[in-house]
């Protein structure tokens, strides 16, 4: 029973040395033009879920009324627009990331069917792996809060967010 218990503790640290060899010699391209590694995107979505998983239940503290919304908009526009796109205008500049960041405002639905609290775990905490930076830090709880319910709400928004939306970066 030991040479057998032996035998498996040798076989498996043979596939690890010869995995880590494998990646840092090269083996693997990391370029961002060229298609995922089989269960590359399997992988992602279900660590990603696994994160939010908790925090998807949570509710916002703020409602989202006209003044939170137009609030979300704003704060939108000048963090997010770049990489996300504007209304019914999506990023000249999203297809140089990979993974390549969603359009998340109309036309497309973006996150409107995701909860609240999801979206607001994204923006607060980033995503590994991405372009998508942690927002802690550079925004209050409350500001990230807006950010969710602005987006949660993209297909349903009041005129004066719609309008924010639309006005020219700066």
Request: include cysteine; hydrophobic fraction near 40%.
């Given at each position: 029973?030991?040479?057998?218990?032996?035998?498996?503790?040798?076989?498996?640290?043979?596939?690890?040395?010869?995995?880590?060899?494998?990646?840092?010699?090269?083996?693997?391209?990391m370029g961002t033009d060229?298609?995922?590694?089989?269960?590359?995107?399997?992988?992602?979505?279900?660590?990603?879920?696994?994160?939010?998983?908790?925090?998807?239940?949570?509710?916002?503290?703020?409602?989202?009324?006209?003044?939170?919304?137009?609030?979300?908009?704003?704060?939108?526009?000048?963090?997010?627009?770049?990489?996300?796109?504007?209304?019914?205008?999506?990023?000249?500049?999203?297809?140089?990331?990979?993974?390549?960041?969603?359009?998340?405002?109309?036309?497309?639905?973006?996150?409107?069917?995701?909860?609240?609290?999801?979206?607001?775990?994204?923006?607060?905490?980033?995503?590994?792996?991405?372009?998508?930076?942690?927002?802690?830090?550079?925004?209050?709880?409350?500001?990230?809060?807006?950010?969710?319910?602005?987006?949660?709400?993209?297909?349903?928004?009041?005129?004066?967010?719609?309008?924010?939306?639309?006005?020219?970066?700066?």
């Amino acid at each position: 029973m030991t040479k057998f218990l032996l035998g498996v503790v040798i076989g498996i640290g043979l596939v690890l040395v010869a995995s880590y060899l494998f990646v840092t010699r090269g083996g693997i391209f990391m370029g961002t033009d060229t298609k995922p590694f089989p269960w590359e995107r399997a992988i992602a979505s279900a660590a990603i879920s696994a994160s939010i998983d908790k925090s998807a239940d949570d509710q916002s503290p703020l409602p989202a009324d006209e003044t939170n919304l137009l609030a979300g908009a704003k704060i939108y526009m000048e963090g997010c627009a770049g990489c996300h796109g504007q209304l019914d205008k999506p990023s000249a500049g999203a297809k140089r990331f990979y993974p390549h960041p969603p359009q998340l405002l109309p036309p497309n639905k973006g996150v409107t069917d995701d909860p609240v609290g999801a979206t607001h775990w994204v923006v607060k905490n980033g995503i590994r792996f991405s372009a998508m930076p942690a927002a802690t830090g550079k925004l209050s709880d409350s500001e990230i809060w807006q950010v969710a319910l602005f987006l949660h709400n993209a297909d349903k928004l009041p005129a004066s967010a719609q309008d924010a939306l639309r006005q020219p970066q700066q």
